[in-house]
């Protein structure tokens, strides 16, 4: 029985220690690769807004409705639909997590066309259809979209990347070219400052509760998506030709129009310095250089990235009553691919200075720190062995007393053989 015992116990010995010898402490299979997850948010300038088709447009009115994604008019030509991440193939777009299931990415199109800083965590934005489908029949409704933020709870795992832009409807964009084109400077006489200059002394008087509003949009996603994601803050193209459009849109008005939205931009470039300088990780992206690029690609100008003045309905226009289509001064396709260019040129930046990081990290753990560890894991290693050795040693021991015994006393040698294997099987257990 001693015997047996203890063959067991060198048995279990051997595969302790080539066990420890495979497998050294700290040990653990391979990881399986994280999912990219990008969430693009924002208002009209990220959804896509006039440039159809858009997501859900295919349906019947009284179904599409219903449809947030036509209702945002999220097109599916979008520049965040275009965004590529370095060894992930394809576009954003391949990855819509409406149209398809990836392990390797994950896209959650959540900009908003007409969205504010407001409908970011605040407040739902309101979406009002208007369409006379027959003679006898007209059809009016609202929905209300949700929380922009609230996409984060359908994300599960790390955010990688967040794009957008905002502020753009809190300072009005929308009502200055409106103003422009209804206001027009040659039917202006006198002095006084035109209608558009107390237009923009009005937006940087009332700035500081706009920019604390864009700031607190920032630190929300922040909050949300978590220290590990990047956000990627778009600025604005300059909107109009700087010649103008005629007596549409005066030389002044153009200049006027165009020299706000570059001192709007530097106010969220600051904005965005600001919040890294605190420990936010966000990045500012200026699209005026690739806009300005051959002269001007703005509204009017002879190979235009941003749509004109568009005084006709569209059909797929939310409102279909009145004049004015919201396609009206929005990047058309052309626009979007720019704007894709841009932060694609950031996303490219950020994942090498990603990949540079780990190359030091692993050359730094070739040297000194890979030897630290090689001595820890055997310090940590080595009692298990040598307490099997010990422990093996002992056991020779006592059964070499235990057979010496034999030789004077039997009755000696049951006592003793009861002992030793209790003191074995104990050991063993």
Known sequence: ?????????????????MMCSVLPIGASAAANDDTMIVVSLGDSYSSGEGIPEFYGQNKSWEQKIYDEDWLAHRSTKSWPGMLEIPNISGKMKDYNVKQTNSNKCKWYFGAVSGAETRHFKKERQVKKTYKRLSLFKTLKTTYYMPKQLDVFNKVSGDVDYVTLTVGGNDVKFEDIITTCATGSTYLHFGSDKLKIEKMMDDLWASFDTTRANIKGVYTDIQSKAGSQANIIVAGYPKLLDKEGKGVLISEKEATIVNQNV????????????????QGMNIHFVDVEAEFDKDGGHQAYSDNAWINNIILLKQSEDLDQSGVGSAYSVHPNEEGAKAYARCVNAKIKEIENAKNKKNTVSKRSLNTA?????????????????????????????????????????????????????????????
């Open 1 to 17: 029985m001693k015997k047996d015992l203890l063959k067991r116990f060198v048995s279990t010995a051997m595969v302790s220690v």
């Open 262 to 277: 570059t001192k709007f931009n530097k106010a969220i470039k600051s904005i965005v310095n600001e919040c890294r300088n």
């Open 369 to 429: 720190p890979v030897i630290e560890e090689a001595v820890i894991e055997e310090t940590v290693t080595a009692p298990v062995v040598t307490d099997i050795v010990t422990t093996f040693a002992e056991a020779q021991i006592a059964m070499t007393e235990t057979t010496a015994a034999e030789t004077e006393d039997t009755t000696v040698i049951a006592d003793e053989t009861n002992i030793a294997e209790d003191v074995l099987v104990e050991e063993a257990g």
